[in-house]
């Protein structure tokens, strides 16, 4: 399938979202989830696109976009590996994983690899402390990561 054909279809599938919400009015950030669950990130045009179907300025929707670390104009790996560097985290050798998933995937904090498979970012808090140093990857989260670890944790996300 087309490469355009691809991109028209997730168009399609946000206008219909927009079109079902009951209440437009103060729906941005929902919307704005659903965008870059659909793209996968928000770049210029989806970001006007939500604008013009929102009936809003679209310097009000960059603003929300980049004010919210969640949302991000940058395309990002298939497996985006966070690795929290809050309070306890960092005090229990959160820099020490950090440094070894680097190593590992090949990129620094916000790069993501040539193949599109890891992004590497960087939290600053989960909510998780009592099973500090945390690590997640999409939606999965692994508690006392070592740099021992890290090495088994990418072996799941190895085709």
């Given at each position: 399938m087309c490469k355009s054909?691809?991109?028209e279809e997730k168009f399609h599938e946000l206008e219909e979202f927009i079109n079902e919400l009951p209440d437009k009015k103060g729906a941005l950030i929902e919307v704005l989830h659903k965008a870059q669950h659909i793209f996968g990130y928000l770049p210029e045009e989806v970001q006007q696109f939500v604008a013009e179907k929102l009936n809003v300025p679209a310097s009000k929707?960059?603003?929300v976009v980049s004010f919210y670390s969640y949302f991000t104009?940058?395309?990002?790996?298939?497996?985006?590996?966070?690795?929290?560097?809050?309070?306890?985290?960092?005090?229990?050798?959160?820099?020490?994983v950090l440094a070894e998933f680097e190593?590992?995937?090949?990129?620094?904090?916000?790069?993501?690899?040539?193949?599109?498979?890891f992004t590497v970012e960087v939290l600053r808090c989960v909510g998780a402390c009592g099973l500090a140093p945390v690590v997640t990857i999409?939606?999965?989260?692994?508690?006392?990561?070592?740099?021992?670890?890290?090495?088994?944790?990418?072996?799941e996300y190895q085709d």
């Open positions: 054909v691809l991109v929707v960059y603003g104009t940058t395309p990002r790996g298939e497996y985006v590996v966070n690795i929290c560097m809050g309070t306890a985290c960092f005090v229990r050798g959160a820099a020490n190593k590992q995937i090949g990129v620094k904090v916000g790069q993501t690899t040539a193949d599109g498979k999409n939606d999965r989260v692994y508690g006392h990561v070592t740099p021992n670890d890290v090495k088994k944790i990418l072996a």
